[in-house]
T-cell receptor, first 115, second 114 residues
Framework: GENVEQHPSTLSVQEGDSAVIKCTYS??????FPWYKQELGKRPQLIID?????GEKKDQRIAVTLNKTAKHFSLHITETQPEDSAVYFC??????????????FGKGTKLSVKP | NAGVTQTPKFRILKIGQSMTLQCTQD?????MYWYRQDPGMGLKLIYY???????DKGEVPNGYNVSRSTTEDFPLRLELAAPSQTSVYFC?????????????FGPGTRLTVL
């Protein structure tokens, strides 16, 4: 079946450094790629998303890049702060059969930002 | 708006018991979803609904049932609970297909089956 691979599973950085999380997807028809942040004991919340007609999108310290040819997309966080510590999930839309319009999630990356 | 709400927050069940997890949204979203989250495994789709009266299976539907009698409510029913159903359950809603727009998640229900 279709899947989304996410790496690394854990990432530790010093405050002020950059963090990069990478995901690859298998459904070539995927056209929507959101990123969710989940703080400990909280619900996942959307932080940024990108559609297949765009190669890059930025929102303050967060950016996402998409390479459709290679079927991978990445989350970039610059000038990391302790409050960025959380689990980050990537996802890709499914666009076939009965699952059309649903999301498949990666397994998550636990980001720790050390002061 | 309260957004997406779920009850209960925590529950412990014995093997073989049944229960219903409640989910309500006040954003008038047509699309609603149930996920389970196991440690280190991301979010797996259990069931989803594209509107009142319409539901369909997701990736891991076995052992669960849903109904959607109104736009606002999307309860998840566990029959004959098993230890493998120990997980955190999240309900979500979306104004459009989840594969094209933001999904808004509820606070989750932590379920333990002993």
């Amino acid at each position: 079946g279709e899947n989304v691979e996410q790496h690394p599973s854990t990432l530790s950085v010093q405050e002020g450094d950059s963090a990069v999380i990478k995901c690859t997807y298998s459904d070539s028809a995927s056209n929507y790629f959101p990123w969710y942040k989940q703080e400990l004991g909280k619900r996942p919340q959307l932080i940024i998303d990108i559609r297949s007609n765009v190669g890059e999108k930025k929102d303050q310290r967060i950016a996402v890049t998409l390479n459709k040819t290679a079927k991978h997309f990445s989350l970039h966080i610059t000038e990391t702060q302790p409050e960025d510590s959380a689990v980050y999930f990537c996802a890709a839309s499914l666009n076939y059969g009965g699952s059309q319009g649903n999301l498949i999630f990666g397994k998550g990356t636990k980001l720790s930002v050390k002061p | 708006n309260a957004g997406v709400t779920q009850t209960p927050k925590f529950r412990i069940l014995k093997i073989g018991q049944s229960m219903t997890l409640q989910c309500t949204q006040d954003m008038n979203h047509n699309y609603m979803y149930w996920y389970r989250q196991d440690p280190g495994m991301g979010l797996k789709l259990i069931y989803y609904s594209v509107g009142a009266g319409i539901t369909d299976k997701g990736e891991v539907p076995n052992g669960y049932n849903v109904s959607r009698s109104t736009t606002e409510d999307f309860p998840l029913r566990l029959e004959l609970a098993a230890p493998s159903q120990t997980s955190v359950y999240f309900c979500a809603s979306s104004p459009a297909k989840g594969g094209t727009d933001t999904q808004y998640f509820g606070p989750g229900t932590r379920l333990t089956v002993l």
